[in-house]
């Protein structure tokens, strides 16, 4: 079980950016993909960002591609989601998940994510 933090959240106008953080406890985080996740209020969890273990693939939820980037610091066992162009429909609880396996293939499914942090908010307004 990997434990993870988020943090950098807030309140922020639309057009503005904020950059999300996801501290891990583990030394096995760097053997795991990562993704981020969100769910609006009265929504569905949704997909937003993942990355492989190296950092070399990364995929994007169609909503966010090419406003949102994500990466990864292994050394630091911490993953960043940097948020540009921010929308209202950007608000949102963002989860940072761990997949459950080691290595394999990259997921965007949350079923195969095993471990998750507690969330950040981030709300966007118009």
């Known amino acids: 079980q990997v434990q993870l933090v988020e943090s950098g959240g807030g309140l922020v106008q639309a057009g503005g950016s904020l950059r999300l953080s996801c501290a891990a406890s583990?030394?096995?985080?760097?053997?795991?993909?990562i993704a981020w996740f969100r769910q609006a209020p009265g929504k569905e969890r949704e997909f937003v960002a993942c990355?492989?273990?190296?950092?070399?693939?990364?995929e994007y939820a169609d909503s966010v591609k090419g406003r949102f980037t994500i990466s990864r610091d292994n050394a630091k066992k911490s993953v960043l989601l940097q948020l540009n162009s921010l929308k209202p429909e950007d608000t949102a609880i963002y989860y940072c998940?761990?997949?459950?396996?080691?290595?394999?293939?990259?997921?965007?499914?949350?079923?195969?994510?095993?471990?998750w942090g507690q969330g950040t908010h981030v709300t966007v307004s118009s």
């Open positions: 998940a761990a997949k459950q396996t080691l290595y394999g293939e990259i997921s965007m499914r949350s079923s195969d994510f095993g471990s």
């Open positions: 583990v030394f096995t985080f760097r053997m795991r993909h």
């Open positions: 990355i492989t273990v190296n950092g070399e693939t990364t």
